[in-house]
C-alpha cells in the first residue's frame, strides 16, 4: 500500500529579530509534505495502519532520527501488552514488545543513528536496541558514578546516553557510554556541590555538550545551563527581570557549525506583562521565535509541553491556537508556519480524515497528541487524534525552496517573492540584508542588486 502523505502550503507569520542573533536561521519553508507512517485503532470496525489491532498511541511521544525514521511507544493487548514502532516513508512496524500485566517502559525515549534508548518506568534502566529491536547496550545501577535511579534518555551518534541519575538522596546528570565493552561514566551538574538544588533531565548532543534547566540553591530561582565536552558549564538564560519562569524541559540541538555550540530552546514567562514566549540562542543572545498572540497562540498553552530545536534553529513546539486544541507550529525567529491543527484533513490509508477527535465535556477536541520532534533536516515528527477516534504518528517535510522565492512559497521566483523582498528591504530586515556576503548592517542598492541576481538565477 502507498503511504498516505499530502502536500500543503502552510499558514505562516513573518516576523523581525527581536533580540541579538549570533548567526542565522535558513528560512523556514511554507509547504511541507505530510505522510503517515502509523495509525493506532481500538474499534473492531477501524482496522490500524503498520499497527496491530488492538493498538492505543495516547499519550506517546515520538523521537525522530535525522534519515527519518521514527518510533513511539505503543500499548497493545494480547500476546504483548506493549511495542516500540519504528516507521520510515509510510513503511513500518513493531520491532519490540513486551507481555506483563504492570507497564514496563516509559513513553520518553530517544533515537538517533539507527539506535534506539528506552527506558524503564521504574528508572531501573535504560536500554539501546539496533532497528531490528536487538538489545546493544543496557545501562543499569552503578557504574564510576554509582547512580541509582535513571531518568528520560537523551541518545547521541556516538552510543552515549544522557540523563539524570539519582546518587542517594542527591541527583547527577550522567553522561554514559560503552567504549571498548567497558563502561564509562562522567558526571556534569549535581546537587551537593552546592550550586544546585533540583536539576531536570538533560539533553545530550553529537558533539558531546550537555544541557539542562536547573533550579539553584541561591540567587536566581531557575538557571539553564550548557556543558561543553570537557564538562565547563555556561549559563544560557536564568530567570530574574527578563523572564520569571521557564518550563521545565528545553531542546537542544547539534552544533550549527564544527567546533560550535548547540542551540538551546526553552519556554519562558516574560515578567514585564506575564506573556508566554518560545526562544532558541546559542549562549550569545537569544532569538524570539513565537509568542502567546501570535498566530492566535494561547500564551498559556506554551507552558504546557517540551519544545524541538535543530541545528539550523528552526523550533517545533505545539500549542493551542484559536481552534482551541493544540496545533504543530514550527519558526525560526523570522518566520512562523502552522504545520498542522484540528480541522485539517489528514492524509491516512482510509482516505483524507479530518483531524481531531471531540472528546466532549470540558475536555473538547484534541489534536497534537503528546511531544514532538524535529531532526536537522527540518523534517517534524508528531502524533494526533483523528475525527474517527484513532491516532496517527506523521512525518512532516519541508519542501525545498531556492534563495530567490522569498516568501518560501515554492516554485520559481514570481512577483510576490519580489514584492516580499521589497518589503524587507524597505523595513530593513536582516535577512534581506545580502551584501556583502553575511550582511552589513545596511540596506543600499548593493543587496537590492543581489536580490535580483538571485530573482534572475530562478529555481
Known amino acids: 500500500m502507498d503511504s498516505p502523505r499530502i502536500v500543503r502550503s502552510r499558514s505562516m507569520l513573518l516576523a523581525p529579530l527581536l533580540a541579538m542573533a549570533s548567526g542565522a536561521a535558513a528560512q523556514v519553508p511554507t509547504q511541507w509534505t505530510i505522510e503517515l507512517q502509523c495509525r493506532s485503532s481500538l474499534d473492531p470496525g477501524i482496522v490500524p495502519f503498520n499497527l496491530p489491532f488492538p493498538s492505543s498511541l495516547s499519550s506517546q511521544s515520538v523521537a525522530l532520527d535525522q534519515d527519518g525514521s521514527v518510533v513511539t511507544r505503543v500499548v497493545l493487548a494480547g500476546a504483548a501488552t506493549e511495542g516500540i514502532f519504528l516507521g520510515q516513508n509510510g513503511a513500518g512496524g513493531i520491532i519490540l514488545s513486551v507481555n506483563d500485566p504492570e507497564p514496563i517502559w516509559s513513553s520518553g525515549l530517544d533515537h538517533e543513528n539507527n539506535r534506539v534508548a528506552v527506558q524503564r518506568l521504574d528508572g531501573t534502566s535504560i536500554t539501546t536496541y539496533d532497528e531490528s529491536g536487538a538489545p546493544i547496550d543496557v545501562f543499569g545501577p552503578g557504574g564510576s558514578e554509582g547512580i541509582s535511579g535513571l531518568s528520560t534518555p537523551s541518545l547521541n551518534s556516538a552510543g552515549a546516553v544522557g540523563y539524570r541519575g539519582d546518587f542517594g538522596t542527591f541527583r547527577k546528570l550522567i553522561i554514559d557510554q560503552f567504549i571498548g565493552g567497558v563502561r564509562t561514566q562522567v558526571s556534569r551538574g549535581n546537587t551537593f556541590s552546592g550550586t544546585y538544588s533540583f536539576l531536570f533531565s538533560p539533553r545530550l548532543n553529537n558533539a558531546g555538550e550537555m544541557a539542562s534547566n536547573t533550579i539553584l540553591q541561591n540567587g536566581s530561582t531557575r538557571r539553564i545551563a550548557r556543558w561543553d565536552p570537557a564538562g565547563n ?227
Not at 558549564?233 to 527581570?241: F, K, Q, Y
Not at 484513532?390 to 519542501?399: D, E, F, K, S
Open 233 to 459: 558549564p555556561t549559563t544560557i538564560v536564568e530567570t530574574g527581570a527578563t523572564w520569571n519562569a521557564f518550563v521545565n524541559s528545553i531542546g537542544f540541538s547539534n552544533p550549527p557549525t564544527a567546533g560550535g555550540a548547540g542551540h538551546v530552546a526553552f519556554s519562558a514567562r516574560r515578567a514585564s506583562d506575564s506573556i508566554w514566549e518560545v526562544r532558541r540562542t546559542d549562549g550569545l543572545g537569544t532569538i524570539r521565535v513565537a509568542q502567546g498572540g501570535d498566530m492566535n497562540i494561547q500564551s498559556s498553552d506554551l507552558a504546557n509541553f517540551p519544545v524541538a530545536v535543530n541545528r539550523s534553529g528552526w523550533v517545533a513546539f505545539r500549542a493551542k491556537d484559536d481552534s482551541n486544541a493544540a496545533a504543530l507550529f514550527v519558526g525560526d525567529g523570522q518566520t512562523l508556519v502552522r504545520i498542522a491543527r484540528a480541522g485539517d484533513m489528514m492524509p491516512t490509508d482510509l482516505g483524507p480524515i479530518v483531524g481531531g477527535f471531540n472528546f466532549g465535556g470540558t475536555t473538547g477536541v484534541q489534536f497534537i497528541n503528546a511531544n514532538v520532534d524535529i531532526n536537522d533536516a527540518g523534517q517534524v515528527a508528531f502524533a494526533c487524534f483523528l475525527e474517527n477516534g484513532t491516532i496517527g504518528v506523521y512525518v512532516a517535510t519541508p519542501v525545498e525552496t531556492c534563495a530567490g522565492d522569498w516568501d518560501a512559497s515554492g516554485g520559481q521566483p514570481n512577483s510576490s517573492d519580489f514584492l516580499a523582498y521589497l518589503n524587507d528591504w524597505s523595513a530593513n530586515e536582516p535577512r534581506a540584508d545580502l551584501a556583502p556576503a553575511g550582511g552589513d548592517g545596511t540596506w543600499d542598492s548593493s543587496d537590492f542588486l543581489a536580490y535580483l541576481n538571485l530573482y534572475s538565477a530562478g529555481c
